[in-house]
């Protein structure tokens, strides 16, 4: 067989491709996928399991299989508040650091991580699976940034997946709706805060049927609405998100909004 013809490659790729979702519905139902934000740095790894499988046959020399694979990912994470409403921290960070406080299944998480390069770039690698939670506060001296650790330590397969970027939208999914003041008042006015999925391009938002100007809400991004409550009648009422893929569906009471 002749050499292979050797070709450059082309333009690099950068560490910081990596993105981690969280599924912040984990055990209750459909996915809800959740982007954590604040990544600065972010290490998959994997460990074979190798066990010798030598014969007599094999003319002294050693020869070893594998026979499991080990999976993790640590992360370092910049410990910020979210930008449309400063008294909550990131929502995802949030839901791990809770679940690394508890023991045996309720200290799981269900997340998937893939690589983002760039407009245009590779989205090969795109993986899915359970893993138990360890989250630190890093601590530090008075002139340092808040930061956390995150270790996840899979429990089971790590799935390759399809690339999220590759798979078509579907509708918006609202998770939960965090009112402040809550509840909210009869006028109007107050901060609402929406996480869930596949924000980023809505086109619409609803309370109880009645439209919410578009200048008063906004995607922070693909797991997190803002918008400024408009005057109801005291009651609860089902916040809607229309997007391409859909109207989200009315759901479980932590998706209303309660007026008085």
Not at 44 to 67: E, F, I, R
Not at 80 to 90: E, F, I, R
């Amino acid at each position: 067989m002749p050499v292979p013809t050797r070709v450059a490659l082309g333009a690099t790729t950068l560490a910081r491709k990596w993105a981690l979702d969280v599924d912040i519905n984990y055990g209750l139902g459909a996915a809800i996928w959740t982007g954590l934000f604040g990544l600065t740095e972010f290490t998959p790894a994997g460990t074979p399991g190798l066990q010798a499988d030598s014969d007599y046959d094999s003319g002294g020399y050693t020869s070893s299989t594998v026979t499991t694979q080990e999976w993790s990912v640590t992360a370092t994470m910049r410990r910020g508040v979210q930008a449309a409403l400063t008294s909550a921290y990131d929502t995802a960070q949030e839901y791990l650091r809770l679940r690394s406080r508890n023991m045996g299944p309720a200290n799981s998480a269900h997340v998937r991580y893939y690589e983002l390069n760039g407009a245009g770039g590779p989205r090969v690698e795109a993986y899915e699976g359970v893993a138990a939670v360890q989250y630190t506060n890093n601590g530090g001296g008075p002139d340092a940034l808040s930061t956390s650790g995150l270790t996840l330590t899979g429990q089971g397969l790590l799935l390759p997946i399809t690339h999220p970027d590759l798979t078509p939208r579907g509708a918006p999914v609202v998770g939960s709706v965090l009112a402040n003041p809550s509840p909210t008042p009869v006028a109007g006015g107050g901060l609402v805060l929406v996480t869930g999925a596949l924000f980023q391009d809505a086109t619409a938002l609803t309370v109880g049927g009645t439209a919410v100007a578009v200048a008063n809400w906004e995607a922070a991004n693909d797991s997190t609405l803002a918008f400024i409550a408009p005057a109801k009648a005291a009651g609860s009422y089902d916040v809607i998100v229309t997007g391409p893929g859909g109207t989200s569906a009315v759901a479980a009471t932590a998706t209303k909004l309660t007026y008085a």
